[in-house]
């Protein structure tokens, strides 16, 4: 029986959401929590996109240093040939990458205004695929955009066509999240059979079904025969009504009715990071997480009724389907209520020392923070090279930075120089 795997494009689709974006240092700290939660993939970025270039090496190197391990970093680009070449020119270390174009007759009416047709979409996506794997990608995605608006004849012949030259996955896009469980149930499990590769399920919250239809989608997959892989991202943050949300997906799969205990995760998923990745995305992406979000949100695990109080007080299961601690949440947390010493952009040696001074613990590969170890600096030197590295990232962020920030500003600095380095091509 097929498997479910979650690749979260929080990193691309998060970022490219109208209103938001994240600086880089807060896209490397997004995926370290990613990979502590059990993501298989991230879609970390846009090879093509010169402003992204250091960013993406940096995460590269933090993979090579075993401290992004397990997960997989996958760029995304547009499925032609000039696009690959120009991301493997520029990065030529990438391994996975998903290569997108619109499959629709709505998008070749509509963006491409007749200048191109099904045959050129599968031309273009084709060549895009050699290309790739010419320059040694070991896995290749092929993302058909607007997939739910597109015949599925049409989307089987793509798929067929990018599976003969190499690619791995489908990616059926809902852009428009047009689609509804039963419909997208179908489609997923249709392709599945008559393709025969890993389906992957991009979902939208247009009509308020992205979970629902990721869920849908997967077990279409995987009755069709194949693994399923659901796009996630942090608190569902994504273009217009968002994309499915990651913690909201992770229950779904393992507490929903019939799904908890028959259909598996390809990766062992720690529900328990759930809490600290989406507070971080929330303070990241400067947007609160609504109250009633599920799992995460300050009404979660919140009974007022009598009746509702009564019950959960003498058995949680009465009302609750899962428990707050599975979550990571319940422990207590220190509020500064007095004096705040906070690092900024002008910040000097003696504040800084101050707030580093302060911090407890010490950042582990998964993002989680532990331990009671203070920092300390060999010397001033040291302090003052990390100070300014702070005062840069605190100018990019424009706002004050976080533990997990400063804790790992401290730990890599060379890394996180790379990450704060942005220079405009001249004349490019
Ligand atoms: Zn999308």
Redesign the pocket.
């Known amino acids: 029986m097929g498997k479910i795997y979650i690749i979260d ?1 929080t990193n691309r ?1 998060g970022v490219q959401t109208a209103k938001l974006g994240l600086s880089k240092l807060e896209k490397t700290l997004i995926n370290i929590y990613l990979n502590g939660f059990g993501v298989f993939q991230s879609e970390f970025g846009f090879p093509t996109t010169h402003h992204e270039q250091l960013y993406l090496q940096a995460n590269l190197e933090l993979a090579q240093m075993r401290v992004l391990q397990p997960i997989r970093l996958g760029g995304w680009v547009r499925a032609m040939k000039e696009d690959v070449e120009l991301a493997f020119q520029r990065l030529p270390q990438l391994k996975h990458i998903n290569l997108s174009i619109s499959t629709s007759k709505q998008m070749l009416s509509g963006k491409f205004q007749g200048r191109r047709n099904f045959k050129d979409i599968i031309k273009s996506m084709t060549e895009a695929v050699d290309a790739a794997k010419s320059h040694g990608a070991e896995s290749i995605g092929i993302n058909a955009e607007d997939a739910s608006r597109t015949n599925i004849k049409a989307l089987i012949e793509f798929g067929l066509a990018g599976k003969a030259h190499g690619a791995h996955r489908l990616r059926y ?1 809902d ?1 428009l999240g047009y689609d509804n469980p039963f419909s997208i149930y179908e489609s997923a499990k249709a392709l599945a059979e008559a393709i025969k590769i890993p389906i992957e399920l ?1 979902c ?1 919250g247009d009509l308020g079904m992205a979970v629902a239809n990721s869920l849908a989608g997967a077990k279409g997959a995987i009755d069709g025969g194949q693994d399923a892989y659901i796009n996630t991202t942090v608190n569902g943050i ?2 217009r009504a968002g ?1 499915a949300d990651l913690v909201a997906v992770a229950l779904a799969i393992l507490k929903s009715k019939d799904f908890a205990g028959k259909y598996q995760m390809g990766k062992s998923i720690d529900l328990s990071k759930s809490f600290k990745i989406a507070r971080f995305a929330s303070y990241a992406f400067k947007v609160p997480i609504p109250i009633n979000q599920p799992g995460v949100g300050a009404n979660a695990f919140a009974h007022a009724s009598g009746i509702h109080a009564d019950g959960v007080l003498k058995d949680a299961g009465t009302y609750e389907l899962y428990d707050f601690t599975e979550l990571g949440r319940g422990e207590p947390e220190l509020v500064e209520t007095g004096r705040e010493i906070i690092t900024g952009q002008y910040s000097g040696i003696s504040g800084f020392r101050h707030v580093m001074g302060q911090i407890i613990g010490g950042i582990a590969a998964d993002g989680h923070v532990d331990g009671d170890m203070s920092l300390t600096f060999k010397n001033d030197k040291e302090a003052g090279e990390i100070l300014e590295l702070v005062r840069y990232a605190n100018v990019e962020a424009q706002k004050p930075l976080v533990e997990e920030e400063l804790l790992f500003i401290a730990k890599y600095p060379e890394i996180a120089r790379k990450l704060l380095t942005l220079r405009p091509l001249d004349g490019d």
């Open positions: 494009v689709d896009c852009t991009h939208h994504g273009e994309n």
